[in-house]
């Protein structure tokens, strides 16, 4: 879907998409803080500009609060983040050096500052990748035998605003982001995905499938709503 990136006075970056078939421009939030303006495939985009610039105080109202990357917090199943002050640079260099994801930042340097930050979410998200190739990528294969699943390919990703994916080829993506979650909901969303190989919609019969292969299903639906694809420690 074709898009346009612009910087609109006192929101920030916004997403400008045109879609087929759209009869009206909407405005959504993803939970990263994405902003997005869908359009009619024939409005301008200068439409759906001024159109974020009315709903600006709307927009701020709704966007996330960014999550602030904390010293010693922890990162996926078995990794910690730390921030380490360091002399004699200016550089911010991040490491990992067995289940530490470390972090070091000049002399007075914030550590909660954007740079340092956006550093260590980088160190981050690596480490969940490496940990969910390692964890996920087996899983996946253990329940997909158990339950008579097969897939072409599985990759890992950081992927905004879902959990994983699954084509009409049966190529499954995971989202690195799922080591955030407990184990239970991860087999949730792995089953999800594998019964995408099958069923590729999803509509009651979709839904009514699941059911054979996740106890609990309606709960384990309301319970994952409360967790978001973004970078955090705990």
Known sequence: ?????????????VRLYKRKGAKHIRISIASNGEVRVTLP???PYRMGYEFAITKSEW???????????ADKGQVGKAHRL??????????????????????????????NSPE???????????????????????????????HGFTYRSVMVKRLRGRWGSCNQHTDIVLNCFLMQLPWHLIDYVLLHELLH??????????WRELEKFVPDLSEKRK????????????
Not at 82 to 111: C, E, H, L, M, S
């Open 59 to 69: 927009i701020n109202s709704r966007k996330p609060v960014p999550t602030v990357l």
């Open 116 to 146: 340092v930050q956006k550093a260590a979410g980088k160190a981050a998200a690596k480490v969940l990748t490496l940990e969910a190739e390692r964890l996920l990528v087996p899983r996946l294969k253990v329940l997909a035998l158990e």
């Open 197 to 206: 190989t099958r069923i590729m919609s999803h509509g009651q019969p979709f």
């Open 82 to 111: 730390y921030f380490a002050a360091t002399a004699n640079t200016d550089k911010i260099r991040t490491r990992i050096k067995g289940q530490g994801v470390w972090v070091y930042v000049p002399q007075g340097v914030d550590r």
């Open 223 to 234: 319970e994952i709503r409360r967790y978001h694809p973004v970078l955090k420690t705990s």
């Open 41 to 43: 495939a024939w409005a």
């Open 1 to 13: 879907m074709p898009f346009k990136e612009v910087d609109v006075p006192s929101v920030g970056s």
